[in-house]
């Protein structure tokens, strides 16, 4: 009887082994991850940007198709020692149209008009900043879930008359694979609201300053 | 008695392990997905003679697509030649948009990181002698590894200094590009070790000659 119960208990246990083997998961991506292609390759600079908004256009046709409840928005400086912002604010438009449905605001540290200290080594691990290594900053998420229906302006307006934005530069691509797209301003278009529209004289036809990563995480 | 117990609890252990296995629904199977956006097209304009020169593709972290995977599968195309001499392949990771190399991972086919590529042979190239409009794509080794929305990556290709890679054509100066970019230097440029730098990218975002997908196998 020793025997059986050593017989039954060993193919228990393979039953329980192959179970387990059957029950495995495929990873899943490591990670953060991308839900639009962002800025690639190397970036340069380009400076002075106070009393400009700078828009970057995330097209809901570029979205990769990645579940996110959280939306984190990355940007980039290539030179100066603070940026000082005013506002930050994302809209939302019907896909193809320059209509605002919805206005989210955007935080750094809880705030949406932060001095981000750019010669601090806990916000830009390599001090000091350049196109070489530029600080990429990572943004309070959003819990807003992007839908392919849609098209998302994400604005910046850097403080007018402000010594630290004049030295200010931002990452401009040099590669032209994102699907990001972005324009500037004069002037602070942070400030309009649901049924107002995206100011029609900018293209949208260039890479975007600034913006340079749209993820999960 | 004794015996029939016995013949009789082993017959029951065997049909419940054959029951479960049967039971089981099918494992999830590995499916074929695009890690990054690869080439479009194949076209063979704009290689040099690739005797004694290395090339570096750009894979962006930015451009990665959440697709799972715990491995990474190359995939090179050739469009003329008979045999390609490789020195040395290697996959550099960087910190995404930067440079410094924090880590280099030997590429292999068939175990080697410096194989010689006939492209005569069916069973490299099914078709026989790779033209542009019957192109040869090779599937490198599995590189175990999983790619980060966080690093870029280089994957780098030595070609021997020898009269077989003076004739071999990669797949070159395609319209559609996807993600990848590359770029081309005489010598090795597959000797980077950590801390080194890759070499600075000055044919901005052209099309890459070799690599042609990056896969999850």
């Known amino acids: ?217 | 008695m004794n015996t029939f117990n016995k013949l009789a609890t082993c017959a029951l252990m065997m049909l419940v392990l054959a029951a479960s296995a049967f039971a089981q629904a099918p494992g999830p199977e590995t499916t074929l997905a695009n890690l990054t956006e690869g080439q479009g097209t194949i076209a063979n304009s704009g290689n040099p003679q690739w005797d004694g020169f290395s090339e570096l593709v750009l894979i962006p972290g930015a451009s990665l697509m959440g697709a799972s995977s715990s491995s990474t599968a190359l995939y090179i195309t050739f469009t003329g030649g008979t045999e390609a001499d490789i020195g040395n392949m290697v996959l550099y990771s960087t910190l995404r948009g930067n440079d410094a190399v924090i880590k280099a991972t030997k590429v292999t086919l068939g175990g080697l990181s410096d194989p010689s590529i006939n492209l005569t042979s069916t069973s490299v190239c099914p078709n026989g002698a790779p033209t542009v409009t019957v192109p040869c794509t090779i599937r490198l080794d599995t590189v175990k590894a999983a790619l980060t929305t966080l690093d870029d990556y280089y994957f780098v290709i030595y070609f021997t200094l020898d009269t077989n890679n003076e004739k071999i054509v990669g797949a070159g100066q395609s319209v559609e590009p996807g993600a990848l970019s590359g770029f081309y230097l005489y010598g090795d440029q597959t000797r980077i070790g950590a801390k080194g730098a890759i070499a600075t990218n000055e044919n901005t975002d052209q099309p890459a000659f070799f690599l042609t997908y990056v896969a999850n196998e």
């Open chain 1, 1 to 217: 009887m020793k025997t059986i119960y050593k017989l039954a208990t060993l193919t228990l246990m393979m039953l329980a082994a192959s179970l387990y083997g059957f029950s495995q998961k495929p990873p899943k991506a490591s990670g953060p991850e991308n839900l639009e292609r962002g800025v690639i390759g190397p970036v340069t600079s380009n400076g002075s940007w106070s009393g400009y908004s700078t828009l970057a256009l995330i097209p809901g046709a570029g979205l990769i198709p990645v579940t996110n409840t959280n939306t984190v928005l990355y940007i980039g400086f290539t030179a100066g020692t603070e940026a000082d912002i005013t506002n930050m604010v994302l809209y939302t438009t019907p896909r193809g149209s320059s209509t605002i449905s919805t206005v989210t605001p955007i935080t750094l540290g809880g705030i949406s008009n932060p001095s981000i200290d750019l010669a601090s080594a806990t916000v830009c691990p390599i001090v000091e900043i350049s196109a070489v290594n530029p600080c990429i900053v990572r943004l309070d998420p959003v819990k807003l879930t992007l839908s392919a229906l849609s098209d998302y302006y994400f604005v910046v307006y850097f403080t007018a008359n402000d010594s630290n934005n004049g030295a200010l530069g931002l990452t401009a691509p040099s590669f032209g694979q994102s699907s990001l797209r972005g324009s500037y301003i004069s002037g602070n278009e942070t400030t309009l609201g649901v049924g107002g529209s995206i100011p029609s004289s900018l293209s949208f036809s260039a890479q975007p300053y600034n913006l340079m990563y749209v993820m999960n995480d």
